[in-house]
């Protein structure tokens, strides 16, 4: 199986390497345009205009636009993302602690997304008209307009204010009343992530739902279905082995929207859950005019979007036998 | 009698003209009607168009009434200051069906009179993204492989790569806080959709005989593009015109709630906002449920009518 050549790879890394470029230069544009500057938060309001002119020059914002341009491209491609006024600690360091616990909670909200989605699409496309696929289908769509904050409330009201089975903000207990050993620690954290990821998944399941019923739909209409229908095949048998199989294939290049739209229900609901992650650094950054972590954080999401979508498109060509790429048929 | 034949014939004219459109346009509606999810959509578009356009028919007050006090203004008793968020009241200290907030303002009232925001949002960010969205489209699919067509795919795939929350929530930062800047914020991201959409059945569209004898006969690359392969095309625009509408809508309330709402407009948004900034998530029902399920209804209201809208103008199908 070498479908996938190493010319292929190749070209999609560079492109990928490419657009990551293009992303940095939208970013020092949209940055440099924001109001204010970035030594406003280092100002006092006693400082001596030579001493503010000392910061600017300190800070190479006296140089001339490309001279800082490249030095920001370089930067960033090396990991030195500056220093955080606010919080007075290098960009670096922030990221690495929030950046495993977004991918926490994103991974394994893509994943229950994506379980239960493909999984509840199958079913109402095949039973596509009756009074059940109808109900799931508007209460699925009912569900995919509610904003995901709001949700977010509705859990914690149920699962923390009314039944009080997990706990409703932050990563670990703040406080604990139990000693730190590897179990509790897991324990923990798993319950903390609970409510967001029911949340988040209560609409992220939907998007894969829906590709996977009109797909499904149309699968059931092929000779091959019939041909096994007529064969004797057992109906959970072709739903499952022949036309599921088939139907999953849109819904792999429907996770490269779904890849964003998860990140975006990731970045509110880290907000309503307290949630120590990504979302909530770029939020309160952006607030606080910290410019150097909002430009950090902004590009660390771009480069994950990136990479996820090549990771997705390598796979959609394994999912997909028809499809051959990098070479010349 | 002249001026009879005149009369004739221009109404035959117009008949020749826009009959074959209202035919085709009468059978899609019936196909649409078929669809009872798009039905609902459309009425309950219709109930909120009805409360963006007539507020003070639907509203139990004034948007400046206030509980105890009324539209006259004053100042509320240290007791009756005490009793806000007030839980729903049919007329014993007051009318206000579904309560009041921390400053007594009438949540209802405040509903009714944020239809308009959201309403405004929606369609405007829809038809903004359709407007840059489908004619890139058609442009991009018409030329396709060409320099134009992997031009215009290439920023597409530039704009699909950034995350579109932090996206919108740094620009709306930058240039103010406004509606106005919130809906070209949305715009700047969501017109991708649309625009890889149109291109994909302008890809298909254009190996028509029709578009053929339509170059043979000397028509330009403008008139192709715009009167033989838009029409076909533009049933599917409108699909994602409403989806567009839709996620506008939830965008918007999603910025509200980090703070990024406009203060001088009401908006659903907002009223979820103070609820979060005053305190009361948890204690006033009244206050929480009814603009979520405000927004829960507008922008289901419109993905119904896009979905529905999809079996009509899917032409696969």
């Keep these: 199986m070498t479908r996938i050549s190493a010319k292929y790879l190749s070209r999609r890394l560079i492109v990928s390497y490419a657009t990551i470029l293009v992303i940095m230069t939208l970013l020092f544009a949209l940055i440099r345009s924001m109001p204010g500057s970035f030594i406003n938060l280092m100002m006092s309001p006693g400082m001596t205009q030579e001493q503010i002119a000392a910061l600017e020059a300190r800070w190479g914002l006296n140089d001339p636009l490309w001279q ?12 030195n993302f500056g220093w955080s006024p606010t919080q007075n600690v290098p960009v670096w360091d922030l990221i690495v602690r929030r950046m495993p616990r977004t991918l926490i909670l994103f991974g394994s909200t893509f994943v229950m997304g994506y379980m239960i989605g493909p999984l509840v699409g199958m079913y109402l496309g095949w039973l596509r008209g009756s009074t059940r696929d109808q109900a799931i289908f ?18 914690i009201w149920v699962f923390n204010y009314q039944l009080g089975w997990f706990p409703s903000s932050y990563l670990v207990t703040k406080f604990p009343e139990f000693e730190w050993t590897t179990w509790t620690i897991i324990t923990d954290v798993l319950s903390h992530l609970a409510l967001p990821v029911i949340s988040v998944t209560a609409i992220a399941w939907v998007g894969s739902m829906l590709v996977m019923r ?52 990731a970045v509110l609901i880290e ?43 390598v796979a959609y060509t394994y999912l997909d036998p028809r499809i051959k790429f990098g070479e010349e048929n | 009698m002249a001026s009879q034949q005149e009369e004739l014939s221009w109404v035959d004219a117009a008949k020749r003209r826009w009959g074959y459109r209202y035919e085709r346009f009468q059978r899609g509606w019936d196909q649409f009607t078929t669809h009872r999810l798009g039905v609902v959509g459309i ?15 639907f509203a139990p007050h004034p948007v400046n009434w206030k509980a105890f006090v009324g539209t006259e203004g004053g100042y509320l008793t240290a007791e009756q200051i005490r009793s806000m968020p007030h839980p729903p009241a049919f007329g014993d200290p007051f009318f206000a069906p579904l309560g009041t907030n921390y400053n007594g303002y009438g949540i209802l009232t405040e509903l009714v009179y944020s239809a ?33 067509d992997e031009t215009i795919q290439r920023i597409a795939d530039i704009m699909y790569s950034l995350p579109f929350l932090p996206l919108v929530v740094v620009l709306v930062a930058i240039r103010g806080i406004t509606t106005t800047n919130i809906i070209l914020a949305i715009v700047v991201k969501s017109w991708i959709n649309n625009c890889i959409v149109i291109r994909g059945e302008t890809l298909s569209l254009r190996e028509n005989a029709y578009v053929d004898s339509a170059k043979v006969s000397g028509a330009s ?72 399920i405000a927004i829960t209804l507008v922008a289901a209201a419109f993905y119904f ?3 529905s809208m999809e079996d009509v103008a899917n032409p696969q199908r």
């Design chain 1, 68 to 79: 800082q341009y490249i030095r920001f491209m370089f930067n960033y491609q090396v990991g």
């Design chain 1, 138 to 155: 508007t209460g699925g769509l009912f569900m995919y307009s509610m904003p995901a904050f709001w949700i977010g409330w509705l859990v």
């Design chain 1, 214 to 265: 009109t797909t499904m739909n149309d699968v059931t209409d092929s000779d091959y279905v019939f041909l096994a229908e007529a064969k004797g095949v057992p109906e959970r048998a072709i739903m499952i082995k022949h036309a599921a199989r088939n139907a999953l294939i849109p819904v792999a290049t429907q996770a490269i929207v779904g890849i964003a739209f998860i990140l975006d229900g």
């Design chain 1, 271 to 313: 907000n309503v859950f307290n949630y120590p992650g990504m979302g909530l650094l770029l939020v309160d950054a952006v607030l606080n005019n910290d410019y150097p972590v909002t430009q950090a954080v902004f590009f660390v999401l771009a480069v994950m979007i990136v990479i996820m979508r090549l990771v997705t498109d």
């Design chain 2, 43 to 57: 009425l309950i578009l219709v109930v909120f168009m009805l409360w963006a356009l007539f507020p003070s028919v």
């Design chain 2, 116 to 148: 308009r925001t959201a309403l405004y949002i929606g369609f405007a960010a829809g038809v903004l993204s359709s407007l840059v969205g489908v004619p890139l489209g058609l442009i991009s699919g018409y030329y396709g492989d060409t320099w134009i």
């Design chain 2, 221 to 292: 690359d403008t008139r192709i593009v715009f009167r033989h392969i838009l029409p076909h095309v533009l049933p599917l625009s409108f699909v994602y015109l409403a989806q567009d509408a839709a996620a506008a809508i939830l965008t918007q309330a999603g910025l509200a709630y980090l703070g990024l709402a406009d203060f001088t407009a009401h908006s659903w948004g907002l009223m979820l906002q103070q609820i979060q900034s005053q305190g009361y998530v948890f204690s006033a029902w009244w206050w929480l449920i009814p603009p979520g």
């Design chain 2, 305 to 307: 009518i896009g979905f």
